[in-house]
């Protein structure tokens, strides 16, 4: 049997149609709302970028391309070792920064939680001053309920970039969950005055039901339910020392 031939033509060519045709959708494409013309726009996207990857295997960044529209359209699983093979460029290029953030989102939509965390470890190492790995690392950790490790995590990405406030709201959840506020504890004297006057409150209701529901014109009626109402704040009055 013979070997298939490679595509002909240059990679960078069709790298380039690719990438042409994701910046025309791209609000959509991220937004996961294509209409019909703009899914036949990804598919020739990703035929371009496949056949790029076809000619030029190594071609690091067409493979980064192809895992994020992958992962625009719901396909994450298949754009891992898409954004797996953009990993092995330079770790201090901008290439490979922009796979492993994608990378950490792939795993964070899928729910592996552990591996993003991996992931997003090594974002933290190579590129310290981006926030979004220490957030993905932070917010990874979070959802495996390692929450002091998350903390850490938060901290030491604030103190790379002072002041980011998605990191500083972050840690904020984490702190409501490790350091919940306390309740007060209301003083037992107040706390039992405050029964009495729970006590009172029935009762008075239950005297206004019986005064209404009786006999009698509405004047003596009003005229007895107001004196009540006093009788009652008096005793309020005297039960708090007034």
Not at 116 to 134: I, M, R
Request: glycine share 8%; net charge negative.
């Amino acid at each position: 049997m013979s070997k298939s031939k490679k595509p002909a033509g240059d990679a960078n060519e069709h790298y380039n149609k690719g990438i042409g045709i994701m910046r025309q959708i791209e609000a959509p494409l991220r937004e996961g709302a294509l209409n019909p013309a703009q899914k036949k726009a990804a598919g020739e996207a990703e035929s371009e970028l496949r056949t790029a990857i076809e000619i030029a295997s190594n071609h690091g960044r067409a493979h980064i391309m192809l895992g994020m529209l992958l992962r625009f359209l719901k396909r994450g699983k298949e754009a891992i070792e898409h954004l797996e093979t953009g990993l092995e460029l330079p770790p201090e290029s901008a290439d490979w920064m922009i796979a492993s953030d994608t990378l950490s989102g792939v795993y964070m939509d899928l729910e592996q939680y552990d591996a993003a965390a991996k992931n997003a470890k090594a974002a933290t190492k190579h590129h310290p001053d981006d926030p979004l790995g220490w957030w993905k690392l932070g917010a990874s950790l979070y959802e495996s309920k390692k929450y002091k490790e998350s903390r850490k995590v938060l901290e030491d990405g604030l103190g790379h970039c002072p002041g980011h406030a998605g990191l500083a709201g972050s840690l904020a959840e984490v702190m409501a969950i490790l350091e919940p506020p306390k309740e007060q504890e209301i003083p037992k004297e107040y706390a039992d005055k405050a029964k009495q006057i729970e006590v009172w409150s029935q009762e008075l209701n239950d005297a206004y039901t019986k005064v209404l529901e009786g006999a009698g014109s509405q004047d003596a009626k009003t005229k007895k339910l107001a004196a009540m109402q006093a009788e009652f704040q008096e005793k309020v009055k005297k039960l708090y020392g007034g």
